[in-house]
C-alpha cells in the first residue's frame, strides 16, 4: 500500500506565499496522475489542481486559477501557493490515482485511491 505524505502546511498572511510537497513511500508505484484537494472547516472537499503524470497536463479549480501551479520534481510532487486568500484556509490533502483514463478526461474526475494525512494551510486576513 503506497502511503503519501503532505508538508509545508503553516499561517500566512493574506498576499502571501506557501508550497506544499508531496511524498510517497515508494517512488515507483503507477500512477496516472496527482491532485490536490482541500476541505475547509463545514465544507465538502474540493478539487484544488492535478497533474497527469505521463503528460504533464495540468487542471486547475476556477478559484485558485492563476495563483496555484502544480508541479513535480522526479517523484516529489509540489503545489506553490500565491497571493493567498483567507478563503484558501482549509486542510489541503495530496492523492495520487491508479486508474487510467483517455488522455481527455478530466483530471479532476479521477478516482483517487491514493490519499495524504492532510497539511493545514491557515491564511490570515
Known amino acids: 500500500q503506497v502511503q503519501l505524505e503532505e508538508s509545508g502546511g503553516g499561517l500566512v498572511q493574506a498576499g502571501g506565499s506557501l508550497r506544499l510537497s508531496c511524498t510517497a513511500s515508494?517512488?515507483?508505484?503507477?500512477?496516472?496522475?496527482m491532485g490536490w484537494f482541500r476541505q475547509a472547516p463545514g465544507k465538502e472537499r474540493e478539487f484544488v489542481a492535478a497533474?497527469?503524470?505521463?503528460?504533464?497536463n495540468t487542471d486547475y479549480a476556477d478559484s485558485v486559477k492563476g495563483r496555484f501551479t502544480i508541479s513535480r520534481d522526479n517523484a516529489l510532487f509540489y503545489l506553490q501557493m500565491n497571493s493567498l486568500k483567507p478563503e484558501d484556509t482549509a486542510v489541503y490533502y495530496c492523492?495520487?490515482?491508479?486508474?487510467?483514463?483517455?488522455?481527455?478526461?478530466?483530471?479532476?474526475?479521477?478516482?483517487?485511491?491514493?490519499w495524504g494525512q492532510g497539511t493545514q494551510v491557515t491564511v490570515s486576513a
Open positions: 515508494s517512488r515507483t508505484f503507477s500512477r496516472s496522475a
Open positions: 497533474f497527469r503524470w505521463s503528460s504533464g
Open positions: 492523492a495520487a490515482s491508479g486508474a487510467y483514463y483517455s488522455s481527455t478526461f478530466p483530471l479532476r474526475r479521477y478516482a483517487y485511491n491514493y
